[in-house]
């Protein structure tokens, strides 16, 4: 009896353990950097402290129920530029996200999301700590972090199973109704609202638009059947990613000078053609470099470059 008794004890025990782990999992290992520009700010302890409390937020909050192991966490490098300062205590900023995922079987790692916000306004004080509630608004600075967070957690879910991000933009989408239906004056931000074309609402507006789903649904396609399985089949990945970009093709076409697609090729271009290029098969090529330079102008030099031979 004392032996079943004892058995049981540490069965309760190990379970509460791995249940304390799998609550407090954290899924991003951010890397911030606050800079100043065209603003002086004499106290340069009080740029790193906002430095490490902003990583800290990110680094040491769970955003889902999920576990991840340490080499599965989401990297994301956060780069905030300061470049007013209304009043003390008040920041006017522009913050460039970027977030990665590793490529199986392989040390590459490779870009989900390089994002630029132009209206990053926050309040901050080295005394308070960044607070932050799922169902209401506590201030501007924790909705960024946390929206973002949930942003690049719905981007790696995509890419590994076919929108499988979807409750992260949803969950997203309640950080941002929150933060766009305060009324504090001096922390009010349009940018959570549909005022601008290229802000972080209608980022999170196209991921949720379903005549756009072929972007995320080629998300799937792209890394999970396309990189991921590059080493060990590389015609197969190629395949793979070329269906993804046909997908791109056809939402970007649909909706013209989309948000989305204008993110997705700004962070995949140069991408794209280093995959390509040490392909054989010229009239894939052909294909796609025809294809990316109707629907990404801008990058056509790139795609054309991937038609000559290593």
């Given at each position: ?131 932050y509630s799922e ?79 072929a972007i995320r ?94």
């Amino acid at each position: 009896m004392k032996s079943n008794s004892l058995l049981s004890s540490v069965v309760v025990i190990l379970a509460c353990l791995l249940s304390t782990r799998a609550s407090h999992a954290q899924e991003i290992l951010a890397e911030v950097r606050v800079t100043t520009e065209n603003v002086t700010i004499a106290d340069q302890q009080l740029v790193q402290q906002m430095q490490k409390d902003i990583q800290g937020f990110i680094n040491t909050r769970s955003f889902t129920s999920q576990t991840y192991r340490p080499e599965e966490r989401i990297r994301m490098r956060m780069f905030v530029g300061i470049t007013a300062i209304p009043q003390n205590g008040q920041y006017v900023a522009t913050a460039r996200i970027v977030t990665t995922r590793p490529v199986y079987g392989t040390g590459y790692e490779t870009n989900l999301l390089s994002f630029t916000d132009r209206n990053f306004k926050f309040n901050y004080s080295p005394q308070n700590p960044i607070d932050y509630s799922e169902n209401t608004f506590v201030g501007n600075l924790s909705s960024l972090l946390a929206f973002y967070a949930y942003i690049a957690i719905g981007l790696d879910q995509d890419s590994f199973a076919r929108l499988g991000g979807s409750p992260y933009y949803d969950r997203a989408r309640s950080v941002l109704q929150n933060a766009a239906s305060q009324t504090t004056t001096n922390e009010s931000d349009e940018a959570w609202k549909d005022g601008q074309t290229r802000n972080r609402y209608w980022l999170l507006n196209n991921l949720q638009d379903p005549q756009l789903e072929a972007i995320r649904t080629g998300s799937y396609a792209y890394y999970r059947q396309g990189l991921d399985v590059f080493i060990e089949k590389p015609d197969d990945a190629r395949t793979s990613i070329f269906t993804a970009l046909q997908g791109v093709q056809a939402a970007a076409t649909r909706r013209p000078g989309t948000l989305l697609a204008r993110a997705f090729f700004d962070t995949k271009a140069d991408e794209i053609a280093n995959i390509f290029r040490s392909g054989n098969d010229v009239q894939q090529k052909q294909n796609l470099a025809t294809l990316l330079s109707e629907v990404d102008p801008t990058n056509s030099a790139k795609y054309q470059a991937m038609l000559k031979q290593p």
